[in-house]
């Protein structure tokens, strides 16, 4: 099985720098993505590590340490839509697990 | 753009019906992937299909079947519904598991069993 834990709930400013961590538990896969999902809506996708290392797209970034079973997504210059749940998924045996998602709120 | 659908957004039914929530995709992808998540808590899986004929519980126990008999269609099927049954349901679905292999998401049904 696996085990996917986040912090449950974080808060930052505008325009500042947030760290959203992950940690998991597993006999083996393949990836790990990072979704974004509003209140009410679907998710949507930010990342996708295979290897260990940063993978950088604009205000997002996204790390990950095999060896540590960690993962983090890097969130630059916050903005108020930024305001939404950060979820951490691991690919693999065919599957896509979800951990428990991470509630950012950004206030001005 | 993604490509997949589910109905009905919204259903609001009496306990003891039977009910089926359609997901259709028109990307051709092989894997699909059925979850449940209540306001505000994580999803959680509870069926996935890595293509025709292959159907697979996740890990979340659930009183739901699925079928897969045509590859762009995952239809979700509770034989008599219930008040614990009441909460989002999201479909998803992707190609092959490899880099930039995303999945895709449906809007959701949002299910209320009185």
């Known amino acids: 099985g696996q085990n996917i834990d986040q912090p449950t709930e974080m808060t930052a400013t505008e325009g500042a720098i947030v760290q959203i961590n992950c940690t998991y538990q597993t006999s083996g896969f393949n990836g790990l993505f990072w979704y974004q999902q509003h209140a009410g809506e679907a998710p949507t996708f930010l990342s996708y590590n295979v290897l260990d290392g940063l993978e950088e797209k604009g205000r997002f970034s996204s790390f990950l340490s095999r060896s540590k079973g960690y993962s983090y997504l890097l969130l630059k210059e916050l903005q108020m839509k930024d305001s939404a749940s950060y979820l951490c998924?691991?690919?693999?045996?065919?599957?896509?697990?979800f951990g428990t998602g991470t509630r950012l709120l950004v206030s001005p | 753009e993604a490509d997949i659908y589910q109905t009905p957004r919204y259903l609001v039914i009496g306990t003891g019906k039977k009910i089926t929530l359609e997901c259709s995709q028109t990307m051709g992808h092989d894997k699909m992937y059925w979850y449940q998540q209540d306001p505000g808590m994580e999803l959680h899986l509870i069926h996935y299909?890595?293509?025709?004929?292959?159907?697979e519980k996740g890990d979340l126990s659930s009183e739901s079947t699925v079928s897969r008999i045509r590859t762009e269609h995952f239809p979700l099927t509770l034989e008599s519904a219930r008040p614990s049954h009441t909460s989002q349901y999201l479909c998803a679905s992707s190609e092959f598991e490899g880099k930039n292999t995303e999945a895709f998401f449906g809007q959701g049904t949002r299910l209320t069993v009185v």
């Open positions: 998924a691991l690919t693999g045996f065919q599957k896509l697990v």
């Open positions: 299909s890595y293509g025709v004929n292959s159907t």
